[in-house]
């Protein structure tokens, strides 16, 4: 573990000496030391205030509208059809066909049909305007999801989107703007936090079982090949063609963030990012689509993204993105601490700290895994003492409803349960930003010749004024 984390710090102050002497003028600063990209962080407008453990009135039932029912809203429907204390009131679609299919939904359930709106860009507003609806949930292309959050609260309704909920730091700021003007719940749906080994790992960091976290990584390596097509108007691979940076971030920062108690007593003070050339997504394009070579490769997003981000109080996380390459699946997750390690990928397991020594006392240099993983028994007895409550009640419903093995089922489920109880939600309107605020700010880093960019405190100073997770992540 130790020379895990040797390797990294290498790596990362390479990078950083790398960006210092080969970026854009008047990088350094007094001393001659390397001073990041600045930015902006506007002031909190007057009598607007934080939302940060926000509590709202209880909802008995909560009356949910439903936008965008492509490729991840129907699985939405059919899952709250298995929330207690729901009522479908309204779905929303650009084609009428879908909406019908989700009607479907409904009836197979034995619910009442809900009302349709679709034929027009602009009916999803009509949806947030209805003064019946408590929340309304947003499964669209990322490029609506900031305009719709914004409106939806300020016809007084509470949020959630898909992931990612904003693509700049514009729209962030706009985002946090609302919520905190309109006093609102704003939660990203960032499903892989509800994932049972994420979600074990987490709990077992918050009984110090690995000591004091010093290193997360979290990652989105999905070869994404044979989906390209199934997009609409194939806004996905247009955005990836388009733009640089960690553009999908989220389901490797979240875990890695909540286990560093992110804006919870620690907050991301600079980033540094680097990417390869893209080659399989132009080389793609010119087989697959008859595009000509030189257009193919005028490809913005490289095909391996990596971003390296270091926290006020020393510590660190490693993001990275690749949607082109033919890699197996990972996310990467990863916790370092002092006393004990969690990976999840390619095979989940945990080292702890114990006696490395040979029989002389004399550490053995030949034997290259004296530290490693617990053996599959005392892993399997870790993660059942260790299973977080909300598995324990949950886990046989959500593996039976299903939504990537049960953890969307948990995601949604943990919304309604903490707006019906008055509770402050899982994810708030910060972690949105944070974790999304990776697009903008690795694409400027590297612009900018693998600059270190400075990453904004979305909570404007108020970064620990809350300790830990509350409630729902302490077990």
Avoid at 252 to 271: E, F, S, V, Y
Avoid at 278 to 288: C, S
């Amino acid at each position: 573990m130790q020379k895990q984390l040797t390797t990294f710090a290498i790596l990362l102050a390479t990078i950083i000496l790398f960006s210092c002497t080969n970026g854009t003028q008047g990088r350094k600063g007094e001393g001659g030391k390397c001073q990041p990209i600045r930015t902006e962080v506007p002031e909190r407008p007057a009598g607007q205030k934080d939302v940060l453990g926000l509590v709202t009135e209880k909802i008995d039932t909560v009356r949910v509208g439903f936008i965008g029912l492509g490729m991840r809203g129907p699985g939405a429907v059919q899952r709250f059809t298995h929330i207690p204390g729901t009522k479908i009131v309204a779905l929303c679609d650009l084609h009428g066909e879908r909406v019908e299919k989700a009607q479907g939904i409904l009836e197979r359930a034995g619910l009442p049909r809900a009302a349709s709106y679709s034929g027009s860009e602009e009916a999803w507003k009509e949806l947030c305007r209805r003064d019946d609806i408590d929340l309304v949930y947003i499964a669209t292309d990322w490029k609506k999801h900031a305009p719709m959050m914004v409106y939806a609260m300020e016809q007084g309704k509470h949020v959630a989107c898909e992931v990612p909920a904003a693509m700049t730091l514009d729209e962030i700021w706009d985002v946090v703007n609302t919520a905190e003007r309109t006093q609102l719940h704003c939660m990203q749906l960032e499903n892989c936090v509800y994932d049972f080994f994420e979600l074990t790992t987490l709990n077992m960091a918050q009984h110090g079982l690995f000591g004091e976290i010093l290193h997360a990584e979290g990652a989105y390596i999905h070869d994404l090949g044979d989906f390209w097509g199934a997009y609409e108007g194939d806004w996905r691979l247009q955005y990836n063609k388009e733009f640089r940076g960690d553009v999908y971030a989220t389901h490797g920062m979240g875990p890695a963030a909540q286990a560093l108690d992110i804006h919870r007593g620690d907050k991301m003070n600079t980033l540094v990012a680097m990417d390869t050339k893209p080659v399989n997504i132009p080389e793609y394009l010119v087989e697959k689509r008859g595009v000509d070579r030189d257009s193919a490769y005028r490809f913005a997003n490289g095909q391996h993204t990596m971003t390296m981000i270091r926290t006020e109080k020393g510590k660190t996380i490693h993001i990275q993105h690749d949607v082109a390459s033919p890699r197996p699946y990972s996310r990467m997750y990863q916790v370092s601490g002092t006393k004990g390690f969690a990976n999840k990928y390619p095979n989940a397991g945990y080292a702890l700290e114990g006696d490395m020594l040979a029989g002389d006392g004399v550490p053995n240099h030949e034997n290259l895994s004296a530290h490693n993983y617990v053996p599959q028994d005392v892993r399997d007895a870790l993660m059942d003492k260790y299973k977080h409550r909300i598995h324990r009640e949950l886990e046989e419903k959500a593996k039976e409803v299903g939504g990537h093995g049960g953890m969307d089922f948990i995601m949604d489920y943990r919304l309604i349960y903490c707006l019906r109880n008055g509770l402050p939600l899982d994810m708030d309107v910060y972690d949105l930003a944070e974790w999304c605020s990776l697009a903008e700010l690795s694409r400027i880093s590297i612009e900018n010749n693998s600059a270190p960019v400075e990453v904004p405190d979305f909570t404007r100073g108020n970064w620990d004024k809350t300790q830990g997770f509350r409630h729902a992540f302490v077990d």
